[in-house]
């Protein structure tokens, strides 16, 4: 034997030796991925998909149209919170809108001269989308405790003077925030009235998507305060899929946990890691400032990414989060202070120097005496919409409302230059 076949034999036999390795590893591999996917269904744990893209509803109509009120509806024991079925005057059928979208309402209403005054509101529409009917669901605003001021205007408006056959102006369904389309797993939390956005999207779920788990997590004070908790229990007790959870931060004598509720205390991280599995949730919160305050940088905090957490606060809210990299929605006022910032306002002839404590340029303007017009303060409604003439603008908050181009909602923006106003 020549030393070149020795050579290649010693060569064919490397070759081969490889060759049975990287087959032996890819089987191993193999086997692994096979027993991970069997797991998977063992535990029902959904495979990985590719995220559904948001479906585009255009906006249903311009400006405002006509609606009449069919129903009215009380919906908790203490009467708090009453619901109003809405019917277009022209008879049109209603298109769809994305579930947890609102609804902006022009009220008149009486003011102490004995005239009627113009306000703006926006509320949740609390059902899934009907071709004949909106639904909104709107709590009474008492006065707080140990202060002067009135109890909620537009509110108190809806349950005292608006009844069965009242007209009301309304604008089309609009908003950022509202439930996506897909099979992903869904955790809704809802503190309050901010349940409202969440039955919405609670009721277009098990429609349209009945195979998707959903979990509800509900936080009052105590029983007495929750809304519609007959048909909740229905709900949970139809589909499989849904879980409810009642959480009474102070619940009465005669309420009896495992009966009445499921959870003594508040909404908080433990109780979410103590239900929930280790699954791709997608979190959906909406309720009272301290809520999203303390649990959306808890679910930042325990590694849900930033693209699962959705959340809606009651009015102007600025609620941070951790992460590297994510949105902070709050304007940082520490530029501003050295900047030498001057806010003009064309039309009542002032020129302030801007006032980072102030928060936005509405807030601003109200407090140096010029009127602006205003509605929901939150970004929603486009009420206290003005025109730049010159500078520009930085907004705490995406804003639910489109501006025009070339102007800017007052509520929720702030001066990055100096500025002029059409006010």
């Known amino acids: ?10 060569a064919a036999g490397i070759v081969i030796q490889l060759t049975v390795y990287l087959c032996l590893v890819f089987w191993r591999h193999w086997q692994n991925y096979q027993a991970l996917r069997g797991s998977a269904a063992d535990l029902n744990l959904p495979l990985p998909q590719p995220t559904p893209a948001a479906v585009e509803i255009p ?29 277009p005057e022209d008879g049109q059928a209603l298109p769809p809108f ?36 909106y639904r909104v669901s709107i709590k009474r605003v008492p006065a707080p405790t140990g202060c002067d001021f009135p109890p909620g205007r537009s509110s108190g408006f809806f349950h005292e003077q608006i009844g069965i056959g009242s007209s009301l102006q309304v604008r089309a ?41 959903i979990w509800l997590f509900y936080g009052v004070r105590h029983v007495q305060e929750l809304v519609m908790k007959a048909q909740l229990d229905t709900l949970a007790a139809a589909h499989p899929n ?18 009445d509720y ?30 999203m305050e303390t649990l959306v940088p808890a679910l930042d905090d325990w590694g849900v990414p930033d693209s699962h957490i959705h959340f809606e606060a009651f009015g102007p809210a600025s609620i941070k989060r951790h992460k590297a990299g994510a949105t902070d929605l709050a304007i940082p006022t520490s530029d501003f202070e050295s900047s030498g910032i001057v806010v003009n306002f064309a039309r009542s002839g002032k020129q302030l120097a801007w006032q980072p404590s102030a928060g936005n340029l509405l807030e601003f303007a109200e407090a140096n005496g010029i009127s602006v017009n205003s509605g929901c303060r939150a970004g929603g409604c486009g009420s206290c919409q003005t025109t730049i003439q010159a500078g520009e603008v930085s907004y705490s908050q995406i804003p639910d409302f489109d501006p025009e181009p070339g102007s800017c909602l007052l509520c929720v923006c702030a001066p990055t230059t100096s500025l002029t106003l059409e006010a």
């Open 98 to 133: 994305h579930p947890g979208q609102f609804l902006t309402f022009n009220l008149e209403i009486p003011n102490e001269q004995g005239s009627k005054e113009s306000v703006v509101r926006c509320y949740s529409l609390s059902d899934s989308p009907h071709p004949d009917c």
């Open 173 to 213: 369904p609009a908003g950022h925030f509202y439930l996506d389309h897909g099979n992903f797993p869904v955790v809704l939390i809802g503190g309050g009235i901010g349940i409202t956005p969440m039955l919405s999207m609670l009721n277009w779920s098990l429609k349209e998507h009945p195979e998707r788990e």
């Open 59 to 87: 906006a249903a109509w311009a400006g405002w149209r006509n609606f009449r009120v069919e129903r009215k509806v009380f919906e908790d024991a203490a009467h708090a919170v009453c619901s109003f079925y809405l019917v």
């Open 242 to 259: 849904f879980h409810l959870r009642i959480c009474c931060s102070n619940p009465q004598a005669n309420e009896v946990a495992g009966r």
């Open 262 to 291: 499921q959870q003594h205390g508040r909404i908080d991280l433990a109780l979410l890691r103590q239900e929930l599995g280790l699954k791709p949730y997608h979190f959906y919160i909406c309720g009272p400032t301290p809520l």
């Open 1 to 10: 034997m020549t030393s070149l076949v020795l050579l290649f034999w010693i």
